[in-house]
């Protein structure tokens, strides 16, 4: 129902896209955040953007470097990742939350996607 993609390989100090769509079912009312695992590492917060679009919450890690958006008509969420570092490389998952909250905790996401890999060289 989510279907992350756009991850790949990238240089230090490079950028990146990753998309989250959704399929078979309409995410309507839901905030939709991001999220990353990095190997033997626990799942880490990224980014969540509400339902409008207009609030959006990041983490620390990520701040100043990262922007979430979103559209609604195509049921589709985006990442834009700048300034990538070593350290950004994980799996990307993106999530969804029913209530519409900007929440950086897992266990309020009610759906989640595969995930898209990201590895950026140094």
């Known amino acids: 129902q989510l279907q992350a993609s756009g991850g790949g390989l990238v240089q230090a100090g490079g950028s990146l896209r990753v998309s989250c769509a959704a399929s078979?079912?309409?995410?309507?009312?839901?905030?939709m955040g991001w999220f990353r695992q990095a190997p033997g590492k626990e799942r880490e917060f990224v980014a969540v953007?509400?339902?409008?679009?207009?609030?959006?919450l990041y983490g620390d890690s990520v701040k100043g470097r990262f922007t979430i958006s979103k559209d609604n008509a195509k049921n589709t969420v985006f990442l834009e990742m700048n300034s990538l570092k070593p350290e950004d490389t994980a799996v990307y998952y993106c999530?969804?939350?029913?209530?519409?909250?900007?929440?950086?905790?897992?266990?309020?996401?009610?759906?989640w996607g595969q995930g898209t890999e990201v590895t950026v060289s140094s």
């Open positions: 999530a969804a939350d029913r209530r519409n909250w900007l929440t950086l905790d897992i266990s309020n996401y009610d759906y």
């Open positions: 078979g079912r309409t995410f309507n009312g839901y905030s």
């Open positions: 953007i509400s339902w409008s679009g207009i609030r959006a």
